[in-house]
Structure formats: C-alpha cells, structure tokens
C-alpha cells in the first residue's frame, strides 16, 4: 500500500502462506510432478516405454510426447539413466536405449513388489 506522501508498506501476511505452504509436501506443485528426490515422475514408465519403442531416447522427445518443460523431461531422463534404461549423456546425441521392452516390464515389476 502506498501512503500520499510515497512510503509503502507491505503486509507480511501472504508472505508468511507462501511460506508456510511451500513447506508442507506437495504444496505448491504442478499435477503430475515428484513430490520428493526419491520418488520418480509419473511420466516415468510412459517414457521408459516411448523411448524403447522409438530406439531413441531423447529430452525434446520427451517434451513434444508428454507437453512438458525442459526440466522435468531432463529430470525423467536421468531417472531413466539410473534405472539403467537408456545410457548417459553424449553431449547433443540421443542417449542409446539399454534395455529391452521385457527388461523394462521385468525392472519395473520389480519397482512396484
């Protein structure tokens, strides 16, 4: 709010529930995105299931499939990469797709036992 003679003054009340309500888990969060570092994407199986049917795995792949940002398909990426589903960075190449579509089922069975 700003007075007549130009000095303002700002309530710290919204900046206390923004605060406060990034604090609490998945708060503050798009639909669909990780709630914690260990927990993987909901995307995470779709992509793993794209990228081997394409033989290619790629960010921008992911991007146009599931109309998401750069991030988060960087980050389904390398969840993938340590899952051992497609290999590592090779700088502006598409990564090379490790498993196979059984292997994926197999790894992926044995996610969720």
Do not use: H, W
């Amino acid at each position: 709010m700003i007075d007549k003679n130009g000095n303002t003054s700002y309530s710290n009340e919204l900046e206390e529930q923004i605060s406060s309500s990034a604090d609490l888990p998945g708060q503050g969060m798009l639909p669909g995105q990780q709630d914690s570092e260990n927990s993987r994407d909901v995307y995470f199986a779709d992509a793993g299931n794209l990228i081997i049917d394409k033989e290619k795995a790629s960010i921008g792949m992911l991007q146009r499939m599931f109309k998401i940002g750069f991030n988060r398909a960087a980050r389904i990426m390398d969840q993938l990469c340590e899952a051992g589903v497609v290999g590592p960075e090779e700088g502006t190449k598409p990564r090379k797709v490790l498993m196979t579509k059984e292997e994926f089922a197999e790894y992926m069975q044995n996610q969720t036992s």
